[in-house]
């Protein structure tokens, strides 16, 4: 049974690019959330996709959006991105709208020069 | 009032003893606290959780301690072995808050042979 999986593992941009982050759930999941983690932090909820809308956001601009496919798998989007977008992005899967484990995958590092 | 507050920021035991790291909530709405640990380059792992219905959850080596009325949760890892250096971290997450999980800053754990 694959867990989450996330690609690419390493990115490296600069700064004004824009990045596109993808994630696959654990098998049977349907909800997916994104967190970005800065070096020496915790990490920070961004957003949740259910049923292929964003159903909670955490404090963050407008340039971090995303996607959700209807076969759950999602997308994060940069835009415009600044030095202080570089972060591990992980993205998180849950068994179901409301359910409480989330399962992490590896991460991207994100590097924005 | 979504804080979660970790301490100790670093934690450093000799093999076979007890490492013990504290966490102090804020929010009453929090109805699940997760434990997550990640190594380098990881990301976080489900480590154990518990609901503040029950004020001890043991897994193995792994305990948390719940004080509801404190607003304070406890992980003690007994026996604590090399293997076990890794950065730690609490969570809380609540029903009405669907798939965000606020996080503690974290503490790196280094266990000496």
């Known amino acids: 049974d694959a867990g989450v999986t996330q690609s690419p593992t390493h990115l490296i941009k600069t700064r004004g690019q824009q990045v596109t982050l993808r994630c696959s759930p654990k098998?049977?999941?349907?909800?997916v959330s994104w967190y970005q983690q800065a070096l020496g932090q915790g990490p920070q909820f961004i957003f949740q996709y259910y049923e292929e809308e964003e159903r909670q956001r955490g404090n963050f601009p407008d340039r971090f959006s995303g996607h959700q496919f209807p076969n759950y798998s999602s997308e994060l989007n940069v835009n415009a991105l600044l030095l202080g977008d570089s972060a591990l992005y992980l993205c998180?899967?849950?068994?179901?709208?409301?359910?409480?484990?989330?399962?992490f995958g590896p991460g991207t590092r994100l590097t924005v020069l | 009032q979504q804080q979660v507050k970790q301490s100790p920021q670093s934690l450093i035991v000799q093999k076979g003893g007890i490492s013990i790291i504290n966490c102090a909530y804020e929010n009453t709405a929090f109805d699940y606290f997760p434990w997550y640990q990640q190594f380098p380059g990881k990301g976080p792992a489900l480590l154990i959780a518990?609901?503040?219905?029950?004020s001890e959850k043991k897994e193995g080596r792994f305990t948390i301690s719940f004080n509801k009325s404190a607003k304070q949760f406890s992980l003690h890892i007994m026996d604590s072995q090399p293997g076990d250096s890794a950065t730690y971290f609490c969570a809380a997450w609540s029903g009405t808050s669907y798939g965000k999980l606020t996080f503690g800053q974290g503490t790196i754990l280094t266990v000496h042979p």
């Open positions: 998180a899967s849950i068994g179901g709208w409301g359910t409480d484990t989330q399962y």
């Open positions: 098998s049977g999941h349907d909800t």
């Open positions: 518990i609901r503040p219905d029950v």
